[in-house]
C-alpha cells in the first residue's frame, strides 16, 4: 500500500477525496511542526506541499522512497526541483486551477484604479466622513486597457473588460494575433502602444525578459494620469520607478496584489493613497482552493499508483537507468532549445530535432526535452515532459525529430526554431564524456559552453566591429570574459560575447544601433 504525506493544509474536499481511496494510506501532516515532519518523510510515496513546507535539500534527504511531489499551487519557488530531478522526484504542480480567482482579482484593482471605492469606503466607515464630491472616479466604458501577456489569465481579462465597453490592446509576442484578434482585442507587436493606454495590467511568467519590464522609461513614455495593475508577478514593474511615477502623479493609480519580496506589509508604496495593495489574494478564494484541493489529490493518487504524473514540471534523470553517454545531451538539448527560444523573437511555428550518431536512437526522447526548452519562456509552468507534445500542438506547433547523417561528430544535435519569418538554428555536441558545446548558430561555426550570460552578436564582417563591441560594454562598465568569433563566406560574422554582468536593454538597444550590426541579442543560460 502507497503512503501518501499532506504536509500542508489543503481544503477538506481534498482530504475526502483521499481517504476514499482503500488502496492508499494517507497521513494528515498538516499541523506536524516542520523540524517533526521530516522524521516521518520516510515513510512517503508520494507528498503534497504547499508554500509552508520547503522542499530544499533537507527535506529531499529525508525523504527516502519519495517518488513523486506536488505542489498545491502554481508557484514551485520553495521547491529544489534540480534536487528532485536528481534523486528521481518527478514534482508537479496545480497551475490553472485558480485562473478565474486571478482573473477577478484583477478586475476588482481594475474598477478601483477607476473608482477608488476602496478608499472611499476607508473615509466613510473609519472616519466616518460624508464627502461625496471627493471621490470623483472615471469610467471604464471607452477607455483603452493594455494587457502585458494574454495566456489564460490575460486573455479571459480582455473578455471581461471589453464587456464594460473597453478597447483591449494585447501584447504578447508569442501568440498567435488570432488569440487576441477573435475576440474583438487588438494585437500588436509595438509595446509602445500598449504604453499609451488608459490601463495597463501585466499577466506574463517571470523571467529575465519581464522582471523590470516597466521601469522609468517605460513609465516616461505613458500618459499622464495612467491606471497600472499587477496581480501578477512581484517586480514586473519596477518597484522603485512604481513609487516615483505615483508621487509625482504620472501614475494616477495602482493596484497591486503582489511584491517583490512577501510579506510586503512594510513597503513603501503602502503609505501612498493613490495604491491599492492587497496581500497575494490572487487564488484565495474558497472555489479556487477547492478546486486546488481537487486537482493536488487526483495528481498524488495518479502519481501513487504510477498511472500518469499531470502537471509534471521535470524529468527524473536516473543515471543508472540509462547508457552513461545518454544524460549529457538530455541536459545540452535542454539548453540549446532555451537558448534558441532566448534568441527568437516571433512565434514559433515548428520545432524541428536533428539528431546524429549514436545519440539517435533517443530521437524522439530529445524531442520532448527540446519542447520544453523551447516554449518554456513563454508558457512557464504551463509545460512540462508528460504534457509537451500535447502543448505543442494545441498551440499549433509543428514538430518533428529527424535522424541524420554524421556530419563529422561522434553524436550531435541541433535543434531548429521556425516562426513566419525566420529559423534560429542551434548545433550541440558533448566531448569526451560531459563536456557540452555548442559548435554551430545558424550556420556560423563556434565553440563555447553553453552557461553563462552571453551577447549573441552578428554583423557586417569589417574592420572596428570588435572595437566598437567593447567601448559600449566598458563604457557600462560589463567586463566581457570570452568572445567566439565565427565567420561566413559571404561578408557576415556571428561573435558570441560571454560577459560578468546582466545586460540591461539599453545596452542592447546601442548594440543594435551600430551601423555594422545585423541583430544583437543577450541570453542566459
Not at 185 to 199: E, G, Q, W
Not at 326 to 338: C, F, G, H, N
Request: proline letters at 3%; a neutral charge; aromatic letters at 6%.
Amino acid at each position: 500500500m502507497k503512503t501518501v504525506i499532506v504536509c500542508d493544509a489543503i481544503h477538506p474536499v481534498g482530504f475526502e477525496l483521499l481517504n476514499a481511496q482503500k488502496d492508499l494510506r494517507i497521513i494528515d501532516a498538516v499541523n506536524t511542526p516542520k523540524d517533526e515532519l521530516l522524521n516521518i518523510m520516510h515513510e512517503a510515496d508520494v507528498a503534497i506541499t504547499r508554500s509552508s513546507t520547503d522542499c530544499d535539500a533537507k527535506f529531499i534527504s529525508a525523504c527516502k522512497n519519495l517518488k513523486a511531489l506536488v505542489r498545491a499551487g502554481v508557484g514551485v519557488d520553495n521547491v529544489d526541483i534540480e534536487g528532485c530531478s536528481k534523486k528521481g522526484i518527478i514534482v508537479m504542480n496545480v497551475p490553472t486551477a485558480n485562473t478565474i480567482a486571478a482573473v477577478e482579482m484583477t478586475m476588482c484593482h481594475l474598477l478601483n484604479s477607476a473608482r477608488k471605492y476602496i478608499n472611499s469606503v476607508n473615509d466613510l466607515q473609519q472616519n466616518r466622513t460624508w464627502k461625496r464630491e471627493k471621490w470623483y472616479g472615471n469610467e471604464l466604458y471607452g477607455k483603452t486597457l493594455g494587457i502585458i501577456g494574454f495566456g489564460n489569465i490575460g486573455s479571459r481579462v480582455a473578455v471581461r473588460s471589453l464587456a464594460f465597453g473597453m478597447k483591449v490592446i494585447a501584447y504578447d509576442p508569442y501568440i498567435d494575433s488570432n488569440k487576441a484578434t477573435d475576440i474583438g482585442a487588438t494585437y500588436t507587436t509595438n509595446f509602445d502602444d500598449i504604453l499609451a493606454c488608459d490601463f495597463i495590467t501585466i499577466h506574463t511568467p517571470k523571467n529575465k525578459e519581464t522582471i523590470n519590464m516597466i521601469s522609468t522609461e517605460q513609465i516616461a513614455k505613458m500618459k499622464d494620469g495612467v491606471r497600472l495593475i499587477n496581480c501578477a508577478r512581484g517586480g514586473l514593474y519596477n518597484e522603485d520607478a512604481l513609487l516615483d511615477g505615483l508621487k509625482s502623479g504620472k501614475i494616477a493609480y495602482a493596484g497591486i496584489d503582489v511584491f517583490v519580496k512577501e510579506p510586503g506589509n512594510n513597503h513603501p508604496l503602502l503609505d501612498l493613497e493613490n495604491v491599492s495593495a492587497t496581500p497575494h489574494l490572487g487564488a484565495n478564494t474558497f472555489e479556487s482552493q477547492k478546486n486546488i484541493a481537487i486537482a493536488a489529490a487526483e495528481q498524488a493518487m495518479s502519481a501513487a499508483r504510477g498511472i500518469c504524473y499531470p502537471n509534471a514540471l521535470n524529468l527524473p534523470i536516473k543515471t543508472e537507468d540509462l547508457p552513461p553517454f545518454v544524460a549529457p545531451y538530455i541536459e545540452l538539448i535542454s539548453k540549446i532549445s532555451y537558448f534558441a527560444a532566448q534568441l527568437n523573437k516571433r512565434p514559433i511555428k515548428a520545432i524541428r530535432v536533428e539528431v546524429e550518431g549514436g545519440i539517435s536512437d533517443y530521437a524522439n526522447s530529445m524531442l520532448t526535452f527540446a519542447i520544453v526548452g523551447s516554449l518554456k519562456e513563454t508558457l512557464g509552468d504551463t509545460i512540462n515532459y508528460v504534457n509537451a507534445k500535447f502543448v505543442a500542438q494545441d498551440k499549433g506547433v509543428d514538430i518533428s525529430a529527424t535522424v541524420v547523417p554524421e556530419s563529422g561528430y561522434k553524436n550531435k544535435l541541433t535543434v531548429k526554431l521556425i516562426s513566419d519569418k525566420d529559423v534560429v538554428s542551434i548545433s550541440g555536441t558533448v566531448f569526451g564524456e560531459t563536456e557540452q558545446r555548442i559548435v554551430n548558430i545558424n550556420g556560423f561555426k563556434t565553440d563555447f559552453k553553453p552557461k553563462g550570460r552571453m551577447i549573441v552578436f552578428k554583423n557586417r564582417d569589417v574592420p572596428g566591429v570588435i572595437s566598437s563591441i567593447s567601448s559600449i560594454l566598458a563604457e557600462a562598465k560589463i567586463n566581457i570574459a570570452d568572445f567566439r568569433l565565427g565567420r561566413d563566406e559571404n561578408g557576415f560574422a556571428l561573435a558570441v560575447i560571454l560577459v560578468d554582468d546582466d545586460i540591461q536593454k539599453e545596452i542592447l538597444a546601442k548594440l543594435n544601433a551600430l551601423d555594422t550590426c545585423v541583430w544583437a541579442e543577450y541570453a542566459v543560460l
